[in-house]
C-alpha cells in the first residue's frame, strides 16, 4: 500500500465526519435566521475550517502522490472544488467544494454499494439545494421561495426532473442552483438506471448458467439411462436365444 493509499484510508471518515459538521454549519442560519450575530459567525467559521481541511488534504495527497503531475491531471474536479472559494470567497462556492470532496471521499468508503452511495447522494444534493435556493431568494424581490419547504419542494421536483412551475428561482444564484440540480438529477437518474440493468443482466447471466449446469445434470442422467437400456436389451437378447428350461415330469 503506498503512502497515498495509507493516508486516504486514515483520513475518509474524519473527513466524512467534518462533511457532516459543515453541513449542519451550512444548514442552521439559513432554517432558523433568528440566531444570534455571534453563532452566525461561528458557524461560519466551521464552514472556512472545513473547506480549509479538506484543501489541506488535497495538498498533501499530491505531495504523497509518486507522480504529482498524474495525480493532478486524474483529479481536477477536486482541485477545482479546492481552488474555486480562493478566488471567489462566496459561501455557495464553499458549498460546491465540500459537497464535490466529500462525495469522492464517500465513493470511496461505499466503492462496492454502489445504491447505497447514490441513495445518500441524491438526499445530500436534495436537502443542500432546498437550502441553497432559498438562501438565495428569500429576501430577493418578487421571490416565491421565501422558505426552506419552499425550497425543499422546489429541489426535489427539480431534481425529478418534473418541474411544475408553481416555485421557480428569480435570482442568478438561484438558477445557478437549478442548472447545476438538474444536471445532478439527470446523472443520477442515469445511474440508478444504468445499475438496474446491469443487475438485470447479471441476473439473467446467473439463471442462463444454472439453467445450462442443470441441463448438463439431466444430460449425464440421460446417457446413463441410454447405457442402462443397451444393456438390459443386450441382456434380454441373450436370454431369448436360448432354450427353455423344460420343468420335470410329475407322478
Known amino acids: 500500500m503506498t503512502r497515498s493509499s495509507r493516508w486516504e484510508r486514515a483520513t475518509d471518515t474524519p473527513l466524512l465526519a467534518l462533511g457532516i459538521a459543515f453541513l449542519i454549519a451550512y444548514a442552521t442560519p439559513i432554517i432558523a435566521p433568528e440566531i444570534s450575530p455571534g453563532w452566525h459567525l461561528f458557524l461560519e467559521w466551521i464552514e472556512i475550517g472545513t473547506w480549509a481541511a479538506f484543501a489541506i488534504d488535497f495538498v498533501v495527497r499530491v505531495n504523497l502522490a509518486e507522480d504529482r503531475r498524474a495525480f493532478v491531471r486524474t483529479h481536477v474536479l477536486d482541485l477545482l472544488a479546492v481552488a474555486l472559494p480562493l478566488f471567489r470567497p462566496l459561501r455557495a462556492l464553499r458549498v460546491v467544494s465540500v459537497v464535490i470532496l466529500s462525495t469522492r471521499r464517500l465513493s470511496k468508503v461505499l466503492k ?3 445504491m447505497t452511495y447514490v ?11 432546498g437550502l441553497a435556493v432559498t438562501d438565495a431568494e428569500r429576501n430577493a424581490p418578487g421571490a416565491n421561495i421565501v422558505t426552506v419547504w419552499d425550497g425543499w419542494w422546489w429541489s426535489f421536483i427539480t431534481m425529478a426532473t418534473v418541474g411544475f ?22 446523472a443520477l437518474i442515469g445511474t ?11 441476473a439473467s447471466r446467473e439463471a442462463e448458467e444454472a ?6 445434470v439431466n444430460e449425464d442422467k440421460l446417457d446413463a439411462l441410454t447405457v442402462e437400456i443397451g444393456e438390459l436389451k443386450a441382456l434380454v437378447e441373450r436370454l431369448a436365444g436360448r432354450p427353455l428350461p423344460v420343468p420335470p415330469p410329475t407322478d
Open 192 to 202: 440508478i438506471t444504468a445499475y438496474i440493468a446491469s443487475w438485470f443482466a447479471t
Open 112 to 114: 462496492n454499494r454502489v
Open 119 to 129: 441513495g445518500i447522494t441524491a438526499v445530500s444534493v436534495w436537502f443542500i439545494a
Open 211 to 216: 439453467i445450462k449446469v442443470e441441463l448438463g
Open 165 to 186: 412551475g408553481d416555485h421557480f428561482p428569480v435570482t442568478i444564484d438561484g438558477r445557478l442552483v437549478a442548472v447545476g440540480l438538474v444536471v445532478t438529477g439527470i
